[in-house]
C-alpha cells in the first residue's frame, strides 16, 4: 500500500492509502466517483484518460491516467472534466464544442477539452503567429483518437476559441 495526498480542481484531498497497484484512472472513477475521466484504450494509446497536471512553476501539461499509478500523483495538482465549469457555466472551450457539435458518443470529449484547455493556457503565456496556429493545434490534439471521427470539429472549436479572443493567444502583427 501507498499513501496517496492530491489536489483535484482545487480540493484537496486527504492522503488516503491505496494499493501500489492501483491505476489513476481507478482512483477517480471508482475510489472518488469522478466518472467525467474515462478508459478507453488502456494503453496510453487514445489519450481520453489524460488529465490537466499543474507544475508548481505554473506550467501544465496533460497526462494519461490509464497506465499512470495513482501513487505517482502523490503530492500533485490536477485538473479533470469535471472542474472545466465554473459557478455552473461552462468554460468558453467546452462552449464551443457544443457550437461546433464537436462530440457524438462524448467518450473522447474529456481528454480533448484537457488538451485544448492546456493549449489554450500556453498560448496565453506565449502566443503564437496567425500563419502557425493551425498546425500548433493539429500537434496538440495529435494522439487524441475519436471513434466518431470529430477531428475536424474539434480543431475547428479550439480555433474558434483562440481567434475570438486574438488579442490574448496570439502575437500581434506589425501594421504594414
Ligand atoms: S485509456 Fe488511457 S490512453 Fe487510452
Ligand atoms: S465523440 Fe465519440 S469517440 Fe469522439
Do not use: W
Not at 483518437?145 to 476559441?161: I, N, P, S
Amino acid at each position: 500500500m501507498t499513501t496517496l495526498g492530491i489536489t483535484i480542481n482545487g480540493q484537496v484531498h486527504a492522503p488516503t492509502e491505496v494499493r501500489d497497484d492501483l491505476s489513476m484512472n481507478d482512483f477517480l472513477r471508482e475510489y472518488l466517483g469522478m466518472t467525467g475521466t474515462k478508459f478507453g484504450c488502456g494503453a496510453a494509446q487514445c489519450l481520453s484518460c489524460v488529465v490537466i497536471v499543474d507544475e508548481p512553476d505554473g506550467t501544465c501539461h496533460t497526462n494519461p491516467t490509464c497506465v499512470t499509478s495513482a501513487a505517482s500523483f502523490h503530492g500533485k495538482t490536477i485538473r479533470t472534466v469535471e472542474g472545466h465549469a465554473k459557478n455552473g457555466e461552462l468554460s468558453p472551450l467546452q462552449k464551443a464544442f457544443i457550437r461546433h457539435f464537436a462530440f457524438q458518443c462524448g467518450y473522447c470529449t474529456a481528454g480533448f477539452l484537457n488538451e485544448g484547455q492546456v493549449l489554450l493556457e500556453q498560448l496565453a503565456k506565449t502566443p503564437v503567429p496567425r500563419a502557425g496556429l493551425e498546425e500548433r493545434i493539429a500537434e496538440a490534439l495529435d494522439g487524441h483518437l475519436c471513434r466518431c471521427t470529430g477531428y475536424f470539429k474539434y480543431h475547428e472549436a479550439v480555433l474558434d476559441v483562440i481567434l475570438s479572443d486574438a488579442k490574448r493567444y496570439l502575437m500581434q502583427e506589425p501594421r504594414g
